[in-house]
């Protein structure tokens, strides 16, 4: 419904503003001799002919109004249709944010119940300043222990990793929990952070996952700080 409202709302605008624009330019040119004889009957013209004729348009511009609202509405009910059935896209969200000795930790929840396949996560926006990742760190919900993915020349993922269906709804839906390593051992990137003086990039964590054959993508993002593990200090922009 807000991507309904980002496009319906400025179009309408740049239109009224057009016709404004439009009807001041030419308003002199008009012959109302002419217009007269095209929109009037030749014994009659009145207020109430011409209420008449509009209505037709009123119900009309009514119908386009109802409509709007009508297509934001079923948006919705397919929305809770595909969740009731088990159609629904899994989502992505930074659960801890890094701090000293700790790595950022992202969940993917899976609220499919089919099986997703994350196939790679990527991250961008971040500048030439900061490190590409060494490697990732997955939890399962449903399993013990975790499993590191190395990463290849070109920055994907050495394997991909299942991420089980919602098949019983009486439970909490399977997820993944995973962390962002950047360099193997600890870390402690406060003297990049400080480095940035002011520019602080806002990185894209971008996750490639399949269902069925279908390949979509996932998008979060955050403040580098939240990111890289780094000393708490305070940090002054300039």
């Excluded at 009145?46 to 409509?67: E, I, K, R, Y």
């Amino acid at each position: 419904m807000k991507k309904i409202h980002r496009i319906y709302w400025p179009s309408v605008t740049v239109l009224v503003m057009l016709a404004i624009v439009l009807i001041a330019r030419y308003w002199h040119t008009v012959d109302f001799s002419v217009l007269r004889a095209y929109l009037c009957e030749q014994n009659r013209c009145t207020a109430q002919d011409w209420l008449s004729a509009t209505s037709g348009l009123l119900g009309g511009a009514a119908a386009a109004v109802g409509a709007y609202l009508v297509f934001g509405q079923l948006r919705e009910q397919r929305r809770q249709t595909a969740f009731a059935l088990g159609e629904s896209h899994p989502t992505l969200e930074i659960s801890v944010t890094a701090d000293l000795g700790r790595r950022a930790q992202f969940e993917l929840v899976n609220w499919n119940r089919r099986r997703v396949t994350v196939e790679n996560i990527s991250i961008s926006k971040i500048g030439e300043e900061v490190p590409f990742p060494w490697a990732y760190i997955f939890q399962h919900s449903e399993a013990q222990g975790h499993t590191v993915v190395r990463l290849t020349t070109g920055y994907s993922m050495s394997q991909y990793i299942n991420v089980g269906g919602w098949l019983d709804r009486q439970k909490a839906p399977n997820s993944l929990r995973f962390s962002i390593a950047f360099r193997q051992g600890d870390e402690d990137h406060t003297d990049l952070i400080r480095s940035l003086r002011g520019t602080i990039p806002r990185p894209l964590i971008t996750v490639h996952y399949m269902i069925d054959n279908q390949r979509y993508t996932l998008h979060q993002d955050l403040n580098i700080m939240n990111l890289l593990p780094h000393r708490r200090f305070q940090f002054v922009l300039v």
